[in-house]
């Protein structure tokens, strides 16, 4: 009998299912990330409790940092996305659905918090007013800022002008 069809075939397979399994998962574990942080609702900022051994929202959380996380949602136009500013580090990093990590800033490139819109293309009527556009290359995502918080009276400080921040359709009435 001939087993070398029936072995070229079984590598075929398991070549496709792994490409398949490489491309599907980090979509479904994102999916599942903007489920657990979204509930309720897609553009609206979700800060966490402070980090503690048993905190798993997020993988492995630094307990030095206050979390603030918004799953955007760019099918009915553009999102303000503002951090207001803070004392010591900060960063917001934004992620597409598939999980890449497709933009950061944080407080040594922007020392008085951040602006920017989210998009999925920069308008063609887009002037020049030092507008900040970001092209995210899906519609769903995850929008993160840490804050370095170490102790608990940061943490409250940090959950304060937390309050602050923005996470809403263009649209929408910023305030």
Known sequence: MNWGKYVFGAVV?????????IYAMPRVLMNVAMERIGAGGANVW???ERV???????VRPSPDFAYSACVFDLSRGPVTISVAPWRDYWSLS???ANSDNFYVVD???VRNGAEI???RRVPEDADDDGATFVVSPSTRGIALI???APTPSAYDDAKAVAAEDVCASAAAPVG
């Open 13 to 21: 397979i398991a070549a496709l299912v792994h490409l398949a399994a």
């Open 94 to 96: 934004l992620y597409a």
């Open 107 to 109: 407080d040594r490139e």
């Open 52 to 58: 503690t051994a048993a905190s798993r929202q997020i």
């Open 117 to 119: 819109t989210l998009v």
């Open 146 to 148: 840490r804050r370095l």
């Open 46 to 48: 979700r800060m966490s």
